[in-house]
């Protein structure tokens, strides 16, 4: 089992709808957790950092749900310059003072006019 | 100000070549990262500096060598590199290793072609 797993999509949206993407995560201790989007050949950029208690930005709504591994990233009013590639991240065990980044293999949203 | 900033945007080199990737960040962050992401992949870890010291190695091959020189500083030195080895460098930095202080930012990258 991967330690991140992600829907790799395409999601397929139109302009204005909502999406949601889930994640799930292997490792129960971990403590971290984040949205970031990478744009076709661009860094990825952090979109959100997840709280316990779920959090909103904007169209940007993150949650958690601990007890069954589960982070999910909801997007409303879908805009065009939403279409990215969407990497749900987890802090690992620490090892050598470190919390490794694990990545999950991303989601990509395609949203069209 | 939130800016990691990599030079070259874009490198072409033979096998047989020396070059080098620079970093730098303005954020006082004191834990810097490289990392290597094929087309279609994630992010692959390969290097941890914190406070200026290499703190984490991958397995890394030693042709690729990084260096630290201060706080801000982050070089990735490149030398008799592979064909497989083309891939979009991200440099990163946090303000510090575990945690939330582990929230990182990116850089834009080095686009690295080896011919």
């Known amino acids: 089992r991967k330690e991140v797993e992600q829907d790799p999509g395409p999601f397929n949206v139109p302009e204005g709808a909502t999406v949601a993407f889930n994640c799930t995560y292997s490792?129960?201790?971990?403590?971290?957790f984040f949205w970031y989007r990478q744009d076709c050949r661009k860094e990825p950029k952090l979109l959100m950092s997840v709280y316990s208690s779920g959090n909103e930005d904007g169209r940007f709504t993150a949650q958690l749900n601990r007890a069954s591994q589960y982070i999910s990233l909801l997007i409303r009013d879908s805009k065009l310059s939403d279409s990215a590639t969407y990497l749900c991240?987890?802090?690992?065990?620490?090892?050598?003072?470190?919390?490794?980044?694990?990545f999950g293999a991303g989601t990509r949203l395609a949203v069209h006019p | 100000d939130t800016e990691v900033t990599q030079t070259p945007k874009h490198l072409v080199m033979g096998m047989t070549n020396k070059k080098s990737l620079k970093c730098e960040q303005h954020?006082?962050?004191?834990?810097m990262y490289w990392y290597k992401q094929k087309a279609k992949k994630p992010p692959e870890l390969m290097f941890v500096?914190?406070?200026?010291?290499?703190?984490i190695n991958e397995s890394v091959p030693s042709r690729f060598s990084p260096e630290c020189p201060n706080s801000s500083l982050l070089n990735l030195h490149l030398h008799a590199l592979q064909p497989e080895d083309s891939a979009l460098y991200l440099c990163?930095?946090?303000?510090?290793?575990?945690?939330?202080?582990?929230?990182?930012?990116f850089g834009p990258g080095t686009r690295l072609t080896v011919l």
């Open positions: 954020m006082g962050h004191r834990a």
């Open positions: 990163a930095s946090s303000q510090g290793m575990v945690g939330y202080y582990n929230e990182q930012f």
């Open positions: 500096y914190s406070y200026e010291k290499l703190s």
């Open positions: 490792n129960s201790a971990s403590q971290s």
């Open positions: 991240v987890v802090n690992g065990a620490v090892s050598g003072g470190y919390n490794k980044l694990i």
